[in-house]
């Protein structure tokens, strides 16, 4: 069992559509992360909040848009994707973005398909 | 960058074992990871040596040397459901994952 949680599991959308991701951790982690995973290739990351202020956001479309409204929840807001933005999306936690007190713990992802 | 290389993929028998390598270019890291994942499911943390030396954890060991930019990961008595996707990871301030190692584990 997983202690991040993430939902939904699965989410088929439309290139119009407007959609959430959302993740959670109770594990008392002040790191948490989106990484974006493609078949056959290694994670890929996205956005890191440290604190729940945005630190890390490595050159990501503004058609996704992170948000930590504390320091259990993370979502992932999507807006007009493209076919190409299909992957699994995998959050993360960590007890800090240093890595040095504890790994990344992951959630087990949602898979998205864009139509 | 990093520039981290593993083998695509390695098959071994069960109850054998396999030696999963990775070798890095960078000019200094914090440590490195080396997580498990299975198709389709999250990846799960395996090892993390900051030292260099042997790091053992049960039927797992990894390995670092910094000054060859080089780690490796020890299965041994390889199980079935050992076969999976094996990445190693360097902490530098963020995580930069190499490609990973498919392996499989036959009967």
């Known amino acids: 069992d997983t202690e991040v949680t993430q939902t939904p599991k699965h989410l088929v959308m439309g290139m119009t559509n407007k959609k959430s991701l959302k993740c959670e951790q109770h594990?008392?982690?002040?790191?948490m992360y989106w990484y974006k995973q493609k078949a056959k290739k290694p994670p890929e990351l996205m956005f890191v909040?440290?604190?729940?202020?945005?630190?890390i956001n490595e050159s990501v479309p503004s058609r996704f848009s992170p948000e930590c409204p504390n320091s259990s929840l993370l979502n992932l807001h999507l807006h007009a994707l493209q076919p190409e933005d299909s992957a699994l999306y995998l959050c993360?936690?960590?007890?800090?973005?240093?890595?040095?007190?504890?790994?990344?713990?992951f959630g087990n992802g949602t898979r998205l398909t864009v139509t | 960058g990093q520039n981290i290389d593993q083998p695509t993929e390695m098959t071994a028998t069960e109850g054998a074992i396999v030696q999963i390598n990775c070798t890095y270019q960078?000019?200094?890291?914090?440590?490195l990871f080396w997580y498990q994942q299975h198709a389709g499911e999250a990846p799960t943390f395996l090892s993390y040596?900051?030292?260099?030396g042997l790091e053992e954890k049960g039927r797992f060991s990894s390995f670092l040397s910094r000054s060859k930019g080089y780690s490796y990961l020890l299965l041994k008595e390889l199980q079935m459901k050992d076969s999976a996707s094996y990445l190693c990871?360097?902490?530098?301030?963020?995580?930069?994952f190499g490609a990973g190692t498919t392996v499989t584990v036959r009967a």
């Open positions: 040596n900051v030292l260099d």
């Open positions: 990871a360097l902490n530098d301030y963020k995580l930069s």
């Open positions: 993360a936690s960590s007890q800090d973005e240093n890595l040095r007190g504890s790994p990344l713990h």
């Open positions: 909040y440290s604190y729940e202020k945005l630190s």
């Open positions: 960078t000019s200094g890291f914090n440590g």
């Open positions: 594990m008392g982690h002040r790191a």
